[in-house]
Structures are given as structure tokens and as C-alpha cells.
């Protein structure tokens, strides 16, 4: 029912198909070295904004007919690039976030802290994806890893493969694809963490790869959109089309 939007001076917006303003608040201008660019992620009550600075971490949800701000947590966290994602257990949902040095995971209705793994590393831009009851992440100088979300606890850590260090993992059942910003593609075994296959493509990838039915879409930074059946053996393409201009952005299937 509702568009929402943030900006790289702070300024959070909601606005209906019309274009017409719903609410609006400012949460103050980030001191980051890279700029913001956390995604925003929706449920259908809540607004959750990850927002990361040099002087505070926060996690905030905020009622998304309103703009009332239902929690924050206050983070002792290092600054990540990456965006939020939600998981629904049996029971209960979790807001997951990278951050520099660890997986964090956050009750969606209270946000209180759940879990925290540290096994990342360097600067963080992927984020996390969830797929067969496993969260799974991956990012360049850490390492590819599946948490189960229930117990909190790390299943299996691989870095001696390639990680990507911009676009996010994707998985499908027990089946983990990375690609890289040098134009390797790659399979992962979701369930032990060992790496099935590898297929290099002549560019890379900023753009993080979606699921769209049985199907992966991935658009390297040429602007040529792979289409990749999902198989553990090797690497299937089914066709490619060109989007026509340089692409970073990631596609939303609707």
C-alpha cells in the first residue's frame, strides 16, 4: 500500500502510489566513509532500517502506516554496507544484519538480540540470504558459512573458495551460488560447505543474483543478464539477455 524510500542524508519517506507524502523523518546525516546504503526491508506492519555510521549502529523499526517508531537497538557493532533481511521460523520472525565482524540476528517483534556469530571480516557489503533452514553468508577476506537460526550456532565455514566482495549469496534447498566481482560463479554445497563447481564469466558482479520461480537471474556489471538453471553438477545457462546500459543495481522480481 505504501512506497518507501531513504536518502544518503538521513531522510526517511513514505509516500503513497500517488507520489503523495505519508510521513517523513530525518535520522540525522551518517558519517560513513563510503556513504550509506543499507536497503530498507518491509513487512506488512513494520518499516526496519539498518543504520550504520562511524558514531552509533542502529537497527530501528518504525510502524509503516504511521512512521511511529516502535524500537531501536543501539548496536556495539562495526559499520557495514549490507541490508537487512527477514526469516520466518515456525513460530516467530528474525531480522538478520552483517556487520564488519559478525551475523547478527534480531526478534522482528521486540528486537531483541537473538543471536551473533562472529565470522566476518573486512569491509561488508553482502547480506545474508536464507534457504533449507540454514542462514548463509558469504563475504571477501571472511569466509562462506551456514548458521542454523535456531540454535544460533555456525555449521560450516569455507574460505578457500572465492567470496564475493559486493553481490550477495543466493540460495536455493542445498544449494548455496556466489558470484564475484571478477566474474566467477560458483556452487556450494548448503548442507557441508563444499564447493561443487566453478564457472568464470568475462565480467563481474555488483548486482546481487534473485530467485524467480526455478530459476536464478544474475546481471553482470555490462549489463547482460544471465539466466541459470540452479544444478549441483555444473553450470547451466539457459539464455542471456542485455539490459542495454552498465548495471550495480539488483532486480526485484514482481
Not at 528474525?94 to 556487520?99: A, S
Request: proline share 4%; with cysteine.
Amino acid at each position: 500500500h505504501r512506497v518507501f524510500a531513504i536518502f544518503a542524508t538521513g531522510d526517511l519517506v513514505c509516500t503513497d502510489f500517488d507520489g503523495k507524502r505519508i510521513w517523513a523523518k530525518n535520522l540525522g546525516v551518517p558519517e560513513n566513509p563510503y556513504g550509506y546504503s543499507s536497503s530498507l526491508l518491509t513487512t506488512p506492519d513494520k518499516l526496519i532500517v539498518q543504520y550504520d555510521d562511524e558514531r552509533r549502529q542502529l537497527l530501528l523499526a518504525f510502524d509503516s502506516a504511521s512512521g511511529r517508531e516502535l524500537w531501536r537497538k543501539q548496536r556495539k557493532a562495526a559499520i557495514s554496507w549490507s541490508s537487512p533481511v527477514k526469516i520466518d521460523l515456525n513460530n516467530s520472525s528474525q531480522i538478520v544484519i552483517l556487520t564488519c565482524a559478525s551475523v547478527e540476528a534480531y526478534d522482528l517483534e521486540s528486537g531483541n538480540q537473538l543471536w551473533r556469530e562472529n565470522c566476518m571480516a573486512g569491509e561488508v557489503a553482502t547480506s545474508a540470504c536464507f534457504a533449507g533452514g540454514r542462514v548463509l553468508v558469504a563475504n571477501d577476506n571472511a569466509v562462506a558459512a551456514a548458521i542454523d537460526p535456531v540454535k544460533g550456532e555456525v555449521l560450516w565455514e569455507n574460505d578457500e573458495i572465492d567470496l564475493p566482495d559486493v553481490s550477495s549469496p543466493i540460495g536455493q534447498g542445498d544449494m548455496m551460488f556466489i558470484f564475484t566481482s571478477g566474474g566467477v560463479v560458483e556452487c556450494v554445497d548448503a548442507d557441508a560447505g563444499k564447493k561443487l563447481w566453478e564457472h568464470t564469466l568475462n565480467d563481474g558482479f555488483y548486482s546481487s543474483p534473485v530467485l524467480v520461480g526455478n530459476r536464478i537471474i544474475a546481471i553482470d556489471m555490462k549489463g547482460v543478464a544471465h539466466i541459470i538453471i540452479p544444478d549441483k553438477k555444473q553450470f547451466i545457462q539457459e539464455r542471456t539477455c542485455k539490459v542495454g546500459e552498465m548495471v550495480v543495481s539488483t532486480p526485484v522480481p514482481g
